[in-house]
């Protein structure tokens, strides 16, 4: 807050500097701290934010074993399909179609 020094009495006196002073005084922007503690916080805001620190803790301990589940779930995806004894077995199929194939023609 601006305030009006105490030993000089003529700006005291001069009407438009105490106008001065007390319009900067009444713009003075406050911040959100000095408002919740000047005026406080009403509960249901409060609430609201503890809730959501709640929520985003809870999600951010799931993660884990969401990385896991998935990683178990490419496990038995490629343990169970098999995929390169499937290309193996097709390749073998078509070589063999293909040379037999050829062989007839020739």
């Known amino acids: 807050d601006l305030e ?7 700006i005291k006196k001069d009407l438009a500097v105490k106008k001065a002073v007390d319009r900067l005084n009444s713009q003075k922007v ?5 408002t ?3 005026i406080g916080v009403h509960l249901n805001v409060y609430l609201d934010y503890i809730k959501e620190e709640i929520d985003t803790e809870r999600s951010f301990l799931e993660l884990p074993w969401t990385l ?3 990683a178990s779930f490419t496990v038995l995806v490629l343990g ?3 995929r390169d004894t499937f290309f193996g077995v097709q390749d ?4 063999s179609l293909v040379g ?3 062989f007839g023609w020739s």
Not at 4 to 10: C, G, L, R, S, V
Not at 30 to 34: G, Q, R, Y
Not at 92 to 95: D, L, M, V
Request: proline letters at 0%; glycine letters at 0%; a negative charge.
């Open 4 to 10: 009006i020094e105490q030993d000089d009495k003529h």
């Open 30 to 34: 406050t911040s959100h701290a000095d």
């Open 36 to 38: 919740a503690t000047i």
């Open 68 to 70: 896991m589940l998935v």
């Open 80 to 82: 169970i399909l098999q």
């Open 92 to 95: 073998a199929i078509e070589n």
């Open 100 to 102: 037999s194939a050829r």
